[in-house]
């Protein structure tokens, strides 16, 4: 079975190609893939499948543990540029489980993403009790009255997102916190926790802590998810560059029609077959 690998930022995927061939994967399968140690390695097991309403593919992503996501941006910028190049089209559609993503080339080699409109309310999230306000909900992390983190806004960009917006990132121990509140009862879907420092009206710098794969160097979502509350707590311009530690992400949310677009670089690390044991769970 023929895989490629790549990454986003060092945000990486190992790619299967279903589109000619059935392949029924487990979780057992995939957890075998993603292991660092024993398998090829990723943060996101991706396939690529025919699609299902009109675009070019379909996306499918799973974490690490197995688990299904229903969107990936950076994992759409590294699919796009293999539909762009295959198509030989301007723009593709990739849908996924969240919705059809429009990707399109942009200056210096890099791929830009429709990553659509943001979801905002409390049970688009979802969260398990209402808000009125998501732009910063009742959550403290840390002594009571001393919190090391409080008041998290949330945005659903495919997938629920919490950005606690901090002086330092650099000062959190997300390793530690994020495996908490990822599985906070507030997320009954879980949750992506993010770090936001703003350091300019154009600029953040940011750390993700992902559901189901854990410290990543990049989060094509978060970043989305982070302009987004960025810009609905006026704390920065609809245009800016997001700073994970895999790199630079480029952010824009339209007002004109509500969309976010994310730019951004791919690369295709290696390609190879899987060996026979990694596949040994797929129907599993």
């Not at 990486?12 to 075998?32: H, I, K, Q, Y």
């Not at 097991?45 to 690490?64: C, L, S, V």
């Not at 993700?208 to 410290?215: D, F, K, M, P, S």
Request: contains cysteine; glycine residues 10%.
């Amino acid at each position: 079975m023929h895989f490629r690998k790549m990454n986003g930022l060092g945000n990486d995927f190992v790619v299967l190609d279903l589109r000619n061939r059935a392949l029924p994967l487990g979780e057992a399968t995939v957890r075998a893939i993603a292991d660092r140690e024993t398998g090829i390695g990723c943060d996101q097991f991706i396939t690529i499948e025919k699609p299902r309403h009109g675009g070019d593919a379909f996306m499918g992503i799973r974490n690490q543990d197995g688990g299904i996501v229903e969107s990936c941006g950076n994992a759409a910028r590294c699919i796009g540029e293999l539909m762009l190049e295959e198509t030989g089209k301007d723009a593709v559609v990739i849908e996924t489980l969240a919705g059809p993503t429009v990707a399109t080339r942009a200056p210096g080699g890099l791929i830009t993403v429709d990553m659509g409109e943001p979801r905002l309310k409390w049970n688009e999230i979802p969260l398990s009790e209402e808000f009125r306000d998501t732009r910063a909900i009742e959550l403290e992390v840390g002594p009571l009255g001393a919190p090391i983190m409080h008041s998290p806004a949330v945005v659903n960009m495919g997938n629920p997102h919490a950005i606690f917006f901090v002086k330092d990132v650099d000062a959190i121990d997300l390793g530690r916190i994020g495996p908490m509140l990822e599985h906070h009862p507030l997320f009954p879907e879980r949750a992506n926790i993010s770090v936001a420092q703003v350091l300019t009206p154009n600029h953040i710098k940011l750390k993700v802590w992902e559901r189901g794969a854990g410290l990543t160097k990049a989060c094509g979502t978060a970043a989305c998810a982070t302009a987004v509350a960025a810009v609905r707590k006026r704390l920065t311009d609809r245009m800016m560059t997001i700073s994970l530690p895999g790199g630079d992400l480029l952010l824009e949310w339209r007002e004109a029609n509500n969309h976010v677009y994310m730019t951004g670089p791919t690369e295709l690390d290696f390609e190879g077959e899987l060996p026979p044991r990694l596949l040994s769970g797929a129907m599993a």
